[in-house]
C-alpha cells in the first residue's frame, strides 16, 4: 500500500470507524453480557457473509456450502474443547475414562486417530485455517479447472453441504451427532463461561472481524479486486488477456472458506458448542441472505446486513414463531426482487451524498472512486448502521 | 529452415486443421499461413468458419485434428492464458470488456504484469504502469476518457477499448473478430488508420464482413468456404475469382 | 458385508431392494421431470419445487378426505381425479409464481435460486399453518393395497407397481409435450433464442408461464404419487430437492433420458446399499459419487457436444 488514500476512500474509512465505534463502545456500553454474548454470536456470522461478499458479490461464485467451513472451523475449535473437557478424572465414571463422552455412549473405546492432534492447541489453530482451506482448494480445483460455475456450482456446493450433515448426524460415535459437540468448558484451563471470559471472548472475536475487514479492503483494493469483477463480468475477456481464471476463482473461494471458518471457531468459542444444524444446506443458504440483505458488493454492508437479519430472526421467532418463516421467505424475495442492492445500495442512494457533505474538504468535490469498481445494480461503499 | 520438425519461416503456420461438432465438419482440412507484419483479413459467407479458426488458434475450441504452430510452437495442447502469454491476442465479435471498471482500468488489467494471483495482490500502479495506459489509450482515440465507467463508452469507442486492451498486451499475432461492425463511417475510417498503424511490428488476422474496409487494410486475404479455403491472394485477385463470385452471388 | 448370506437370499435381497428402489425411482423421475423441463429447458433454478411436490400431495389427502366422507362409493377411482386436481393446484400455482416472481428474474438464474427459496419458506410455513406441523397419511383403496407373491420371499406391493406404471405414461406425454408438440418447440425456441422467437410472432411470456406452470404440474403429480409410499409434512418436500436437483444435473440438464436414467442410477444404488449400510451412509456414499462424477464429467452423462 502507497498510501492510505489509494487504500480506503474516506467513505470506507468512515465506514471501518463505524463498525469499530459500534462493536467496541455501543455495543458493550448498551447491552448485558447475556446480550452481548448474543451479539457476538451474530457477529460470528459476519465473517461468513464478508467471504460471500468477495467471493460471490464481487467474483460471481454463489457458494451454497459456506456452513461447511463455519461448522469445519467451529468443530476442529469444539473438538479440541471438547478433549480438554474430557480428562480421565472428569470422566472418570465412563467405562472408557478420557475420552468425549457421546464416544462413549456410543461404545467407542479408543480416541479415533483423527481426534489425537486436536489434543495440541496449536495444531488446532493451524487446522481451523487449513482444513477448510484445503477443503476448499479441493472443491475449486475440480471445480473451477473444468469451467463449472455458475448454477451449477451452487447446486454441488449445497449438496456437499448436504452430505457433510447426513455424515456428521450419521456417524455420531465420533461426531457427537445430531447434538453436536457440546459441554465445551475450559481454554488452556480457562474457563469460558463465566462472563469475564464471554466479555474477552467478545473483544477477540470484534478484533478479528475488523482484521478480516481490513483484510478484506487490501485483497478488494488491489488489482486481484478489480480482476473479480471481470472475471464476473467477461471471464473470457480476462482469460484471453493471459490470466488464469481458476486460479482467480479458486483463490477467493479458498479465502472465503477461511473467513468463515474463524466465524465458526469463534462461534464455538463464545456459544460453546457446535453441531450439524449451522452446517447444513438451511443455515448454509441463510448465510447468503444476510450477504444479500448487506448489498453484497460491500463488506461493510455484509457486516450491518448479518446483524440485522439476526436481529430480526431473534425477535420475531420469539414472540411471532409463525410469522419468521414468512418474513423471511419475504426477505429473500424482496431483496432480490425490490432492493437487490441491500443495505448498502440504500445508503449510497440516501445517506452518502449527505455524508460526503461533511467528511470531504471544502472544494473539491466527491470524487468518484476510481479503483473501486460501481457495482452492476449501483453500489460499492459503506452501509449505514443497520441498528 | 528446421524442415525435420515442419518448421517455417511463418509466424503463424495453420496445417491440416479439422474441428468436428457432432460429425459437421466446421473447419475442415484448413492450411494457412500468416506472414510477419502482414494484415491478414478472411471473409467469407455466414458459417464458413471464419471465428471457428480465430477460436481454434486462440484455444477457445479444441481442434479434432492437426496442428497450429506459433513461432514453431504448437499451441493446440496449450491452455487459453498460456497462448495469449506466447504473444498472441484476440478480440471478440461483440466488444467484451470490463462495463463496471473504468477505461483506465480496463487497460490496466491488460498490462502484461501480475498475471498470477500473488502477482495481482502485489501489483503496483507505477509510473510504468501509467505512461503506458496513456500511451495506448491516446492510440484508440480514449485518452479524455481514461476516467469513464467504460459502460458508458458509445459501441465504437467499446470496440477501440477492446483494441487497446490487446496493445498493450503487445502481441506478436493479433486477431479481430469484425472490428468495425456497428460502427459509423468515420468510425470505421479511424479504425481503419489506427489498424495501419499497429501493425507496425506485428501481425494482424481480422474477419471482417465489410469488403469496402477490407480492401482499406488488407495486404492478403482468405476465402473461406464450409471450412475450407476457396480462394487466397490479394483483394483484385480475390474479387475476380470466379469461385468467389459464385458463393457470394450464387445463392 | 456379502459374506454372511447365501447366493438365494442375496439374489432375494438385490431383487426386493431393487423394487423398492423402483418406487423411489418412480417419484424421483416424476420430481426431476418437472425440474428438467423448469431447469433445464428454462434455465430457472426452482428451489420451491419440493414444495410444489407438496402441494400436490396435501390435494390428494384433502381429495382421500373428502371421497372418504362424502362420496365413498367413488372412493375406489378418486385417486385419478386428486391427480389430476394435484396437477391443476400445483400447475396454477406455478402459473401464478411465473407471474409474479419469476418472469422478472430470467437473466439472473442465482437470484431465481434465492427468490424461489424465500417462496419455499413461505410454501412450508403455510402448509403449517393450514395443515398442521404433523404429518398426514392418505388412506388408499383397496385395491391398490396387498401386493403379489412372485417367489416365496419376493413380493411386490401392488402401489408400486401402480406408480411405476404411472410414471411410465407420465415420461412418455412429458417427451410428447416437450418435443413432438408445437408447444415443445416453441419452448425450445424461446429457450434458444427469446428474442428471435419473439421476432418470429411467438408469445414468449405465455410460453414461459406454460412451461413453467407445466413444470409444477408435473411436481404436483409426483405429490400425488409420493402420498402412496411416504407421509406427507410441511417440510417432507425439502427432503428431496437436493436429490432432484443433482439428479438432472447429473443426466445432463436438457436430457429427458439422461434424467430417467441418473433417477435410475441413483434410487437404485441407494436402495441396494441401504440394505447393507445404515440408511445415511448409504445416502452419503450415493451422493458422494454422483459429486466425485460430476467433478469429472461437469456436463453430466448424456450432453450434447456443441459449437460455440
Known amino acids: 500500500m502507497t498510501n492510505l488514500k489509494s487504500f480506503m476512500s474516506r467513505q470506507e474509512m468512515l465506514g471501518l470507524l463505524v463498525v469499530a465505534a459500534v462493536l467496541f463502545v455501543v455495543m458493550p456500553l448498551a447491552m448485558d453480557i447475556f446480550r452481548l454474548n ?87 489453530i493451524v487446522a481451523i485455517i487449513a482444513v477448510p482451506a484445503l477443503f476448499a482448494f479441493i472443491i475449486g480445483t475440480a471445480m473451477f479447472k473444468r469451467r463449472v460455475g455458475g448454477v451449477y456450482f451452487a447446486i ?3 449438496a456437499i453441504a448436504a452430505i457433510l450433515t447426513i455424515l456428521i448426524i450419521g456417524q455420531q460415535g465420533y461426531t457427537g451427532g445430531v447434538n453436536g459437540i457440546t459441554d465445551l468448558r475450559t481454554l488452556k484451563g480457562w474457563d469460558i463461561r463465566t462472563d469475564e471470559a464471554k466479555y474477552i471472548l467478545y473483544y477477540v472475536n470484534g478484533g478479528l472481524l475488523i482484521a478480516v475487514l481490513l483484510l478484506s479492503q487490501i485483497v478488494l483494493k ?128 440516501y445517506l452518502a451524498p449527505i455524508v460526503d457533505r461533511f467528511i470531504v474538504p471544502k472544494g473539491r468535490k466527491a470524487e468518484p472512486d476510481k479503483s473501486t469498481p460501481a457495482a452492476p445494480f449501483g453500489a460499492d461503499t459503506t452501509a449505514k448502521p443497520a441498528e | 529452415m528446421n524442415t525435420l520438425n515442419n518448421n517455417t519461416d511463418f509466424l503463424l503456420s495453420i496445417e491440416n486443421l479439422t474441428v468436428s461438432f457432432d460429425g459437421f465438419k466446421a473447419v475442415n482440412d484448413l492450411n494457412l499461413y500468416i506472414d510477419e507484419n502482414e494484415i491478414h483479413v478472411i471473409i ?60 483506465f482500468e480496463n487497460l490496466e488489467l491488460s498490462f502484461p504484469r501480475g498475471r498470477t494471483v500473488f502477482g495481482a495482490l502485489t501489483f503496483q500502479r507505477d509510473e510504468e504502469v501509467r505512461s503506458r495506459v496513456r500511451e495506448i489509450a491516446e492510440m484508440v482515440f480514449l485518452d479524455t476518457l481514461l476516467d469513464m465507467q467504460a459502460a458508458l463508452l458509445s459501441h465504437g469507442q ?46 494482424v488476422m481480422v474477419v471482417e464482413h465489410d469488403m469496402k474496409f477490407v480492401e482499406d487494410i488488407a495486404h492478403r486475404v482468405t476465402v473461406l468456404h464450409q471450412g475450407k479455403i476457396l480462394s487466397e491472394g490479394s483483394m483484385a485477385k480475390v474479387q475476380a475469382d470466379p469461385k468467389v463470385i459464385d458463393v457470394y452471388l450464387g445463392h | 458385508m456379502f459374506a454372511d448370506y447365501t447366493w438365494t437370499e442375496l439374489g432375494s435381497i438385490f431383487a426386493m431392494q431393487g423394487f423398492a428402489g423402483l418406487i423411489l425411482f418412480s417419484v424421483f423421475v416424476l420430481m426431476a421431470l418437472g425440474l428438467a423441463i423448469i431447469f433445464g429447458q428454462m434455465g430457472v433454478i426452482n428451489m420451491a419445487h419440493g414444495e410444489f411436490m407438496i402441494l400436490g400431495a396435501y390435494v390428494t389427502y384433502l381429495c382421500s378426505n373428502f371421497v372418504e366422507a362424502y362420496a365413498p362409493s367413488f372412493f375406489g377411482v378418486y385417486f385419478f381425479f386428486a391427480m389430476i386436481l394435484a396437477f391443476v393446484a400445483a400447475g396454477s400455482l406455478g402459473a401464478l409464481v411465473e407471474w409474479s416472481l419469476i418472469r422478472h428474474l430470467y437473466k439472473r438464474p442465482l437470484d431465481t435460486l434465492l427468490a424461489t427459496w424465500g417462496l419455499s419458506l413461505i410454501l412450508q410455513q403455510a402448509y403449517r ?27 411386490i406391493p401392488i402401489n408400486g407397481i401402480f406408480v411405476m406404471v404411472l410414471t411410465f405414461f407420465i415420461a412418455i406425454g412429458v417427451y410428447f409435450i416437450l418435443f413432438r408438440s408445437r408447444m415443445g418447440m416453441q419452448t425450445r425456441a424461446v429457450v434458444q433464442n427469446r428474442v428471435m422467437a419473439g421476432a418470429v410472432g411467438i408469445n414468449t411470456e405465455k410460453v414461459d408461464r406454460h412451461t413453467f406452470a407445466l413444470g409444477c404440474g408435473i411436481a404436483g403429480i409426483a405429490g400425488s ?56 451412509m448409504a445416502k452419503v456414499l450415493t451422493l458422494l459419487t454422483v459429486v466425485g462424477i460430476l467433478m469429472l464429467r461437469p456436463q453430466g452423462l448424456f450432453s450434447l457436444k456443441i459449437r460455440r
Open chain 2, 158 to 203: 467499446k470496440q477501440w477499448l477492446e483494441i487497446g486492451m490487446l496493445l498493450i498486451q503487445d502481441p506478436e499475432l493479433l486477431m479481430l473478430d469484425e472490428p468495425v461492425a456497428g460502427m459509423s463511417v468515420s468510425e470505421r475510417k479511424q479504425t481503419a488508420k489506427l489498424l495501419n498503424e499497429i501493425t507496425k511490428g506485428r501481425s
Open chain 1, 38 to 124: 448474543l451479539f457476538g454470536k451474530y457477529l460470528t456470522y459476519a465473517f461468513v457473509a464478508i467471504g460471500l461478499v468477495l467471493c460471490w458479490g464481487k467474483g460471481g461464485i454463489l457458494s451454497l456450502g459456506q456452513g461447511v467451513f463455519f461448522g469445519l472451523g467451529g468443530y476442529c475449535m469444539a473438538m479440541y474443547l471438547k478433549l480438554e473437557a474430557s480428562t480421565p478424572e472428569a470422566t472418570a465414571i465412563q467405562s472408557t475414562p478420557g475420552i468425549p463422552d457421546f464416544m462413549d455412549w456410543n461404545q467407542i473405546t479408543a480416541l479415533p486417530w483423527f481426534w489425537q492432534p486436536f489434543n495440541s492447541l496449536t495444531f488446532t
Open chain 3, 129 to 155: 399453518s393450514i395443515f398442521g406441523a404433523r404429518e398426514v397419511g392418505v388412506t388408499l383403496p383397496n385395491w391398490l393395497l396387498g401386493s403379489v407373491p412372485l417367489t416365496d420371499i419376493i413380493e
Open chain 1, 222 to 349: 488491489s488489482k486481484l479486486g478489480r480482476l473479480l469483477v471481470a472475471v464476473r463480468d467477461q471471464e473470457d475477456r480476462v482469460r484471453f488477456s493471459g490470466y488464469d481464471v481458476s486460479n482467480i476463482k479458486i483463490f477467493v473461494f479458498c479465502f472465503a472458506a477461511v473467513l468463515s471458518a474463524i466465524g465458526g471457531a469463534m462461534f464455538t468459542l463464545q456459544v460453546g458448542f457446535m453441531s450439524p444444524s449451522f452446517v447444513g444446506i438451511v443455515p448454509s443458504i441463510e448465510m447468503v441472505i444476510f450477504c444479500a440483505v448487506g448489498g453484497r458488493l460491500s463488506i461493510f454492508g455484509a457486516v450491518y446486513g448479518t446483524l440485522l437479519v439476526n436481529w430480526a430472526k431473534t425477535t420475531f421467532s420469539e414472540t411471532f414463531p409463525e410469522l419468521w418463516l414468512f418474513g423471511l421467505g419475504a426477505l429473500f424475495i424482496a431483496v432480490v426482487l425490490v432492493f437487490p442492492n441491500g443495505l448498502s445500495g440504500l445508503y449510497r442512494s
Open chain 1, 156 to 158: 454441488i456446493t449445497q
Open chain 2, 44 to 103: 467469407g459467407p455466414n458459417g464458413a468458419g471464419k471465428t471457428t479458426v480465430l477460436d481454434l488458434i486462440c484455444g477457445r475450441t479444441r481442434a479434432t485434428d492437426g496442428s497450429i504452430k506459433f513461432r514453431n510452437k504448437e499451441l493446440t495442447a496449450m491452455r487459453e492464458h498460456e497462448i495469449v502469454r506466447e504473444g498472441v491476442g484476440r478480440k471478440f465479435q461483440n466488444p467484451s470488456i470490463y462495463e463496471d471498471l473504468t477505461v
Open chain 3, 225 to 280: 404419487a409420493f402420498t402412496m409410499i411416504g407421509s406427507t409434512g410441511p417440510t417432507a418436500g425439502q427432503l428431496y430437492i437436493v436429490d432432484t436437483f443433482l439428479i438432472v444435473v447429473f443426466g445432463g440438464a436438457a436430457s429427458l433420458l439422461g434424467t430417467i436414467a441418473s433417477s435410475f442410477a441413483i434410487s437404485q444404488a441407494q436402495s441396494t446399499m441401504e440394505f447393507f449400510l445404515s440408511g445415511s
